[in-house]
């Protein structure tokens, strides 16, 4: 192949690549858990993102390692703060589709300066959580565009 070519290609494989692909599965919590069950949550699951949902199990929130940080300066109780007040809530939450381009979605992780973004499908007039996609997700999918070579 000429170069022109390849990167033609690299390019077609790079478009290919959707976030169903490379998705994981979301850790989620109720918007009344405390702060101190989030923070074991978060270590139990070991994930960086919790992603938080309502009594209808819809889309409320996302709780971020260093909103937990934030909320944990200090001397508050936090068994009695509930992360439904420390959370970035809906509709200021930046989320994908399964179909979506990865490449669209690192893009929008730079973009916004976060770490994850929720998988969503609609329900009703919100929105279920069905997948995650972080930072990981995104350096396997770079690391197995030249893997399948
Ligand atoms: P950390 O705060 O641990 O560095 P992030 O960079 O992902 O993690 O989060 C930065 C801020 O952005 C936090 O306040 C968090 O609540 C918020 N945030 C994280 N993910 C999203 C998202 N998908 N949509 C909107 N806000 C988000």
């Given at each position: 192949y000429t170069g022109k070519n390849r990167t033609q290609l690299l390019g077609e494989s790079i478009k290919k690549m959707k976030v169903k692909d490379f998705q994981s599965l979301p850790v989620v919590v109720k918007d009344r858990v405390s702060v101190y069950d989030a923070i074991c949550t978060m270590f139990l699951e070991d994930v960086g993102t919790l992603f938080v949902v309502d009594d209808a199990s819809l889309l409320a929130g996302v709780v971020s390692r260093k909103d937990l940080l934030r909320a944990s300066?200090?001397?508050?109780?936090?068994?009695?703060?509930?992360?439904n007040i420390i959370m970035t809530r809906m509709p200021n939450i930046a989320m994908c589709r399964k179909e979506d381009s990865l490449y669209e979605i690192a893009k929008l992780l730079i973009e916004k300066q976060i770490d994850a973004v929720p998988v969503v499908k609609e329900k009703g007039d919100g929105y279920e959580v069905i997948g995650r996609v972080t930072k990981t997700n995104i350096t396997k999918a770079f690391v197995s565009l030249l893997d399948g070579e």
């Open positions: 300066i200090g001397n508050q109780d936090l068994n009695k703060i509930p992360v």
